[in-house]
């Protein structure tokens, strides 16, 4: 294939790239810093920044997703890596079934998933109704708290994550493991010696991609959420619909995209790394 055809080929991904995403991000950043003034004159003009970065409560509500972000990542790292472990390196029937659970909620919709979970664990759901069961006090429901969206991110995000992990676990071969338990490794020696090593570039992709949909999400903080303080998302709708401001929800779209760069381009570096390893 030659260098003509080649570019002709990315040449409509790379348009509608442009048209779709770059174009609007430009048209944001330039509608938030070049404002309409009272005499219908444009201006330059950073006020909107400097009210978002001055305003206790938009302060709180982008520290609370950045929590939730952080809090999310974590807790899905250490429950898809050792789902990945299993569905690595096992063999028969029963990993099938548990990858078959595990990739599930990929297929639940967001706003089915939030019903399910408001009927499990919120007030008077069936954890309640078990626990009264069997004569034990309630405990105290995450719905409509920050761990409610805590919840349901880590379950919507959890097949992605363990397809992210087994990939990347998929380079890792069999026989070095072999050869390590024959020369007596324990299994925390494989892993921290031998896994671990070549787990840093898949660990990085996976939480790139889940920092990337969880600091954007919407449906699931809005609905298992509190009202106050907010995730940037429903921060965001409720800017431009209920307050009919849409040059601060404009604003506050270009600071989340700002976030969600910084982490694209951990990703962007780790898929071209790992191209010129593959050279």
Known sequence: MNASTGLLLVA???????????????????????????????????????FFFSDAYSLTNLWLTLWTTVVCGLLLLVTGLPIALYLRFSQGRLPAYVQGLAIFPMFVPSIILSYALIRTIGPNGTVDILLNAVGLPKLPSPYL??????????WDNLPLTVLMLTAGLGNIAKSSIEAARDVGASPLRVFVSIIMPRMGNSLLVTASFAVLGIFSSFTLPYVLGPASPEM??????????????????LTQAVITFGFCLFFGIFYVRSIAKNREAGR
Not at 232 to 249: E, I, K, V, Y
């Open 232 to 249: 940037m998302g429903p921060f965001m709708q409720r800017t431009f619909s209920d307050l009919n401001d849409p040059l601060n929800a």
């Open 12 to 50: 409509l991904p790379v348009l509608l790239l442009s048209w779709l995403i770059v174009y609007p991000i430009i048209a944001a950043v330039i509608g938030t810093i070049f404002v309409r003034q009272p005499d219908g004159a444009t201006a330059f003009s950073l006020a909107s920044y400097r």
């Open 145 to 154: 708290t920050p761990w409610g969206p805590v919840i349901g991110l880590v």
